[in-house]
C-alpha cells in the first residue's frame, strides 16, 4: 500500500551532478529509516546511503564525500544530491523505507531509476 515514488535519474558526464529524489505515500503512519541503494547487472544490490528519522547518516566508503542524502520528514520525501559522478557510479538506484504500521515493520522498495555517467 505505500508507494515510493523517485525522479531525477539520467545520463551526465563525468564531473557532473544529479540530484534524486523519492516521495513516500499511501497507507504509512511512520517512516523510519530511508535509504539509497544502487544494483550494477550482474552483481549485488548495495547500500549506497542511509538515514533515520532523528537524522543520523550512513555512507558507503565509495561515495562519502561525493553524496548527499537528506530527508524531509514531513514530506516523506529522501534525497540523493550525488556530485563529481564516475562511470563506476553507473547504475539502477533504488529508493528504500522501513516504515510502522500498527506496530509492525514493512519494507518497501522504489521501482529504480537509471544513472548513467559517461562521456
Known amino acids: 500500500q505505500v508507494q515510493l515514488v523517485e525522479s531525477g535519474g539520467g545520463l551526465v558526464q563525468p564531473g557532473g551532478s544529479l540530484r534524486l529524489s523519492c516521495a513516500a505515500s499511501g497507507s504509512i503512519f511512520s517512516i523510519d529509516a530511508m535509504a539509497w541503494y544502487r544494483q550494477v547487472s550482474g552483481k549485488q544490490r548495495e547500500q549506497v546511503a542511509g538515514?533515520?528519522?532523528?537524522?543520523?547518516?550512513n555512507y558507503a566508503d565509495s561515495v562519502k564525500g561525493r553524496f548527499t542524502i537528506s530527508r524531509d520528514n514531513a514530506k516523506n520525501t529522501v534525497y540523493l544530491q550525488m556530485y563529481s559522478l564516475k562511470p563506476e557510479d553507473t547504475a539502477v538506484y533504488y529508493c528504500y523505507a522501513d516504515a510502522s504500521q500498527g506496530g509492525f515493520e514493512y519494507n518497501y522498495w522504489g521501482q529504480g531509476t537509471q544513472v548513467t555517467v559517461s562521456s
Open positions: 538515514i533515520t528519522s532523528g537524522g543520523l547518516i
